[in-house]
């Protein structure tokens, strides 16, 4: 079992930045692909980013692309949502997920491909 905790959330104005982490316990997550979505209110969960086990391949949804890094530290268990030039329409809880693999190289981007989920934490941008 992997257990995940988000923090990092909070509420900030549009434009800034704001950093999300994601603390793995129970196992090591170095050969678990690692995601983050998102849920807004009155909406489905939607993929957000992905990275693959090393960290050399990641992969973002339009709505992000060039505004959000996802990143990883296997040595600390920890996986990284860098958000800049943040918008209202980012407004939404953010879930961690860990995805078991055998591919080093995979990036996953469908609820259906992980395995465990964190609680999520709410980012609130206000205009």
């Known amino acids: 079992q992997v257990q995940l905790v988000e923090s990092g959330g909070g509420l900030v104005q549009a434009g800034t930045s704001l950093r999300l982490s994601c603390a793995a316990s129970g196992r090591t997550i170095s050969n678990y692909a690692m995601g983050w979505f998102r849920q807004a209110p009155g909406k489905e969960r939607e993929f957000v980013a992905a990275i693959s086990w090393s960290g050399g391949n990641t992969y973002y949804a339009d709505s992000v692309k060039g505004r959000f890094r996802i990143s990883r530290d296997n040595a600390k268990n920890t996986v990284s949502l860098q958000m800049n030039s943040l918008k209202p329409e980012d407004t939404a809880v953010y879930y961690c997920?860990?995805?078991?693999?055998?591919?080093?190289?995979?990036?996953?981007?469908?609820?259906?491909?992980?395995?465990?989920w964190g609680q999520g934490t709410q980012v609130t941008v206000s205009s």
């Open positions: 997920a860990a995805a078991q693999t055998i591919h080093t190289i995979v990036v996953i981007t469908t609820i259906p491909g992980y395995d465990y």
